[in-house]
C-alpha cells in the first residue's frame, strides 16, 4: 500500500480562491472590505517568514493587511497599548499577535487583551470555552485546517476512532473539541504516555502533534489510516545542509498508511488560508451579516 498524498497547498490554493470571491461579493453589496491586523514583535526569521506569507495571502485575497512592527525591547504596556486601539479601529476585523513573544511581555495577558470578536487565531480563553461546548466561535487555524484536510479523504468522521498526539493549546487541546463535535471517538496522547506505539496502532485517524521530529514510525500506524501531520522541525544533517520534516517519519507512514500530509505542503498553507476564513467570518459578524458558505 502507498498513501494518497493531501496536497495542502492544492486545497489551500482552492479555498483562498473561494474566500477571495467572497471577498469581491462583500464589497460589491455591502462596500466592505475585511482587514486583518498583524502584529510582530522583534526579528525573529521564522516568524518574519511566516508573517510575509500571511500579510501577502491577505492582500491577494482582496483583504487589507495592517502590519505592525515593535521591536525585541518593546514593553508590555506598549504592546497592549496597540491591541486596544486595534480593538477600537472598526477597519480591523481581525487581530493575530504573533507568537512567540519576548520574555517581559506576559502572553496570556496579551492573548485575552484581544477583543474576542476580532480574535481570528481563535486563542482567547472566551472563545476557548465556547469552543469546548460547542458553541459557534472563531477556531485556531490549525486544528481547522487539521480537520478539513481530513475530510477530504473521510468526509464524515463520525465513529472514526481517533488519536492527538500532543496537548498544546494551540493545536491539541483544540482539535480534540472539534473531532468531538465531529463525533469521532477521541483519545489524547502526549510525551508522558505509555506505551503510545501500541497506543496508535487500531486508530482510523492519527494527527500528529507533538514537535518530535519523525516521532511517529510506520508501524505505529493503522494499514489504510489517515494521518494528518502538523509538525515543522529543522533537522541538520552531518553535511550542515538542512531539512524541514514533520512528526511523523513519511516515508515510513506513506507505506502504511491510506493518506498522508507531508511536510512541508500539508497542514502549514491550510493553516493561513483558514486565517483568511477566520477573518471573513469575523468581519462579516461585525456588520450583522451571515458568514459566506465556503
Known amino acids: 500500500m502507498t498513501a494518497t498524498i493531501s496536497d495542502g497547498r492544492a486545497l489551500a490554493a482552492d479555498l483562498r480562491a473561494r474566500a477571495a470571491a467572497a471577498v469581491r461579493r462583500l464589497g460589491e453589496t455591502h462596500r466592505l472590505v475585511p482587514g486583518i491586523a498583524v502584529v510582530l514583535v522583534g526579528h525573529d526569521p521564522a516568524s518574519e517568514v511566516y508573517v510575509r506569507s500571511k500579510t501577502r495571502q491577505v492582500v491577494e485575497s482582496g483583504m487589507r493587511s495592517f502590519d505592525h512592527r515593535l521591536p525585541e525591547t518593546a514593553t508590555e504596556a506598549e504592546l497592549l ?14 487581530i493575530l499577535v504573533q ?16 477583543d474576542p470578536a476580532k480574535d481570528v487565531d481563535g486563542f482567547h480563553p472566551l472563545n476557548v470555552g465556547r469552543l469546548a461546548i460547542g458553541l459557534p466561535v472563531l477556531v485556531p487555524c490549525t486544528p481547522l485546517a487539521c480537520v478539513m484536510l481530513a475530510k477530504t479523504v473521510r468526509p464524515s468522521l463520525e465513529g472514526l476512532d481517533a488519536v492527538v498526539i500532543g496537548r498544546s493549546n494551540i493545536v491539541g487541546r483544540p482539535l480534540v473539541h472539534l473531532l468531538v463535535a465531529e463525533s469521532a471517538t477521541v483519545t489524547v496522547a502526549h510525551s508522558k504516555t505509555r506505551d503510545l506505539p501500541a497506543l496508535c496502532r487500531d486508530k482510523d485517524l492519527l494527527f500528529a502533534a507533538i514537535g518530535r521530529p519523525e516521532l511517529v514510525k510506520g508501524d505505529w500506524i493503522k494499514p489504510g489510516a489517515t494521518v494528518i501531520d502538523v509538525g515543522i522541525n529543522r533537522i541538520v544533517e552531518p553535511d550542515g545542509s538542512a531539512r524541514i520534516v514533520g512528526d511523523v517519519d513519511f516515508a515510513q507512514a506513506r507505506a502504511v498508511a491510506g493518506a498522508i500530509t507531508p511536510v512541508p505542503g500539508g497542514v502549514g498553507p491550510m493553516t493561513i488560508a483558514c486565517l483568511l476564513v477566520n477573518t471573513l467570518r469575523a468581519a462579516c459578524a461585525a456588520n450583522g451579516l451571515p458568514a459566506p458558505a465556503l
Do not use: C, S
Request: proline letters at 10%; charged letters at 15%; zero cysteines.
Open 81 to 94: 497599548d496597540l491591541v486596544a486601539r486595534l480593538n477600537a479601529d472598526p477597519a480591523v476585523h481581525g
Open 99 to 114: 507568537l512567540p513573544l519576548p520574555a517581559q511581555v506576559d502572553t496570556a495577558k496579551v492573548i485575552a487583551a484581544v
